[in-house]
Nanobody
């Protein structure tokens, strides 16, 4: 069974950086895509960045030039590098991966979420 475990959130001052990790485990044949979302209370979940195994990436306008999504090819781990953070980036962040695994075929999986707070 595939599981995604997130890490790397926390409290950071404005202008600071954080790197979120999303580690996939289980009988994984391929990770086809990865997407990071964020959500604040009372608001819809927002797509932050996406990556595909074909090498394409996409970013929300609000994070372009500051965030980077990538995968460690040696591991089943995806990352969201966040630089020059602002209080508006404060949210719960969730990773989603489209994974082809043994037994379940191609499915979407979600991480448990991690809180990011940007405050002085």
């Amino acid at each position: 069974q595939v599981q995604l475990v997130q890490s790397g959130g926390g409290l950071v001052q404005p202008g600071g950086s954080l790197r979120l990790s999303c580690d996939a485990s289980g009988s994984i044949f391929a990770i086809n895509a990865m997407t990071w979302y964020r959500q604040t209370p009372g608001k819809q979940r927002e797509l932050v960045a996406s990556w595909t195994s074909a090498g394409t990436t996409n970013y929300a306008d609000s994070v372009k030039g500051r965030f980077a999504i990538y995968r460690d090819n040696a591991k089943n781990t995806g990352y969201l590098q966040m630089n020059n953070l602002t209080p508006e980036d404060t949210a719960d962040y969730y990773c989603n991966m489209l994974i082809y695994s043994g037994g379940s075929g191609l499915r979407n999986y979600w991480g448990q979420g991690t809180q990011v707070t940007v405050s002085s």
